[in-house]
């Protein structure tokens, strides 16, 4: 018949044994232990300063994950760009454009009312010589429903280099009817985050509603856009100015 210390040793061996390591165990695991307080002195801890360390390691945890998620939506980002870019090195022609790649047709839809169909299309051109450059295009047109009011509305249109690029360039258009005038508008703004971010963010802000979300840009970011506006007249021949 063993001892009661024989039996005591052994069961201190099992405790080791199990011993979840100290930068592994959670608030979860003190919760779960039928005697918190063996648990954290075999750990050679208070049970406070063992629950101190749990918490730490469940938010270092939450911290791992949330970087791992944002690691994969990067590469998947980067995958998905790398073999549009793949494909589509040398597009074709439309109208002044050269290498064209498609980006598609998207419904636009406010307040839960179809406005439109816009079309996007971006391309490149390489000019030659001494100062030879790469030029980059975006194409974009609106097929109007009734409900499209062309006066009250606003395009921002918002360039990076990917999703996750810490900055990203928006371009707004707007126009307002003056008479038998009609002014357009530019803006333009640079913006410190990335796209992601800065959608995430508007995003929570509309309850987790995307049909409630108008801008990805935060009152900052607009007044900047405000502040940098270009006016310019279309004429009948196609061409516009100033």
Same mark, same amino acid.
């Given at each position: 018949?063993?001892?009661?210390?024989?039996?005591?040793? *052994?069961?201190? !061996?099992?405790?080791?044994?199990?011993?979840?390591? =100290?930068?592994? =165990?959670?608030?979860?695991?003190?919760?779960?232990?039928?005697?918190?307080?063996?648990?954290?002195?075999?750990?050679?801890?208070?049970?406070?300063?063992?629950?101190?360390?749990?918490?730490?390691?469940?938010?270092?945890?939450?911290?791992? +994950?949330?970087?791992?998620?944002?690691?994969?939506?990067?590469?998947?980002?980067?995958?998905?760009?790398?073999? !549009?870019?793949?494909?589509?090195?040398?597009?074709?022609?439309?109208?002044?454009?050269?290498?064209?790649?498609?980006?598609?047709?998207?419904?636009?839809?406010?307040?839960?009312?179809?406005?439109?169909?816009?079309? =996007?299309?971006?391309?490149?051109?390489?000019?030659?010589?001494?100062?030879?450059?790469?030029?980059?295009?975006?194409?974009?047109?609106?097929?109007?429903?009734?409900?499209?009011?062309?006066?009250?509305?606003?395009?921002?249109?918002?360039?990076?280099?990917?999703?996750?690029?810490?900055?990203?360039?928006?371009?707004?258009?707007?126009?307002?009817?003056?008479? +038998?005038?009609?002014?357009?508008?530019?803006?333009?703004?640079?913006?410190?985050?990335?796209?992601?971010?800065?959608?995430?963010?508007?995003?929570?802000?509309?309850?987790?509603?995307?049909?409630?979300?108008?801008?990805? *840009?935060?009152?900052?970011?607009?007044?900047?856009?405000?502040?940098?506006?270009?006016?310019?007249? *279309?004429?009948?021949?196609?061409?516009?100015?100033?």
């Amino acid at each position: 018949m063993k001892s009661f210390f024989a039996l005591a040793a *052994l069961a201190v !061996v099992a405790l080791a044994a199990d011993k979840i390591p =100290i930068d592994d =165990i959670s608030t979860a695991d003190i919760q779960a232990s039928e005697d918190s307080a063996a648990l954290a002195a075999s750990y050679e801890l208070s049970l406070q300063d063992l629950f101190k360390k749990a918490q730490a390691n469940d938010a270092r945890k939450v911290q791992e +994950a949330e970087a791992k998620a944002l690691q994969e939506a990067k590469d998947a980002d980067a995958a998905e760009k790398a073999t !549009v870019a793949d494909k589509n090195k040398e597009g074709k022609d439309f109208g002044g454009l050269t290498n064209v790649y498609d980006g598609g047709d998207f419904e636009i839809s406010t307040g839960g009312v179809k406005r439109g169909d816009l079309s =996007i299309k971006t391309a490149w051109n390489l000019s030659t010589g001494v100062d030879a450059s790469t030029t980059l295009m975006l194409w974009w047109s609106l097929d109007p429903t009734a409900d499209y009011d062309a006066a009250g509305s606003k395009f921002q249109l918002m360039t990076a280099a990917d999703l996750y690029s810490p900055t990203f360039e928006t371009s707004q258009f707007s126009r307002a009817v003056f008479g +038998a005038n009609t002014a357009q508008f530019y803006n333009y703004s640079i913006s410190s985050r990335s796209i992601a971010d800065a959608y995430t963010a508007a995003l929570t802000a509309a309850g987790g509603d995307e049909t409630k979300v108008n801008t990805i *840009l935060n009152q900052a970011e607009e007044n900047d856009l405000a502040a940098n506006r270009f006016v310019f007249t *279309l004429y009948a021949e196609g061409k516009f100015g100033a």
